[in-house]
């Protein structure tokens, strides 16, 4: 196998990692623009105020949060993919 090729099957694998992260870390991530939470193939966002209302509270309660999926390209901005 030469070095292009693998290169070639090398950029096919996809990497994951899991980090353990505060909401506040993720609300600075937005701010400064190193999260995209709506990229253009998104779905749009459908909670209704009863809906949030309840994500609040769950948070204010310390009940655990489902995971949020980002991929991140090349400048290092994350892309939310699923979980907004």
């Known amino acids: 196998m030469t ?3 693998e290169y070639t099957e090398s950029v096919k694998e996809i990497r ?8 506040g870390e993720i609300a600075n991530m937005y701010k400064e623009n190193d999260l995209i939470i709506s990229p253009e193939y998104q779905r ?3 909670w209704e105020i009863k809906n949030k209302s309840d994500f609040i ?8 949060i489902p995971s949020l999926f980002v991929s991140q390209d090349i400048t290092g901005t994350w892309d939310v993919i699923d979980g907004l």
């Open 3 to 5: 070095l292009f090729d």
């Open 16 to 23: 994951t990692d899991a980090y353990s992260i505060s909401i």
């Open 44 to 46: 749009y966002f459908r």
């Open 57 to 64: 509270e769950s948070v204010l309660l310390g009940i655990p």
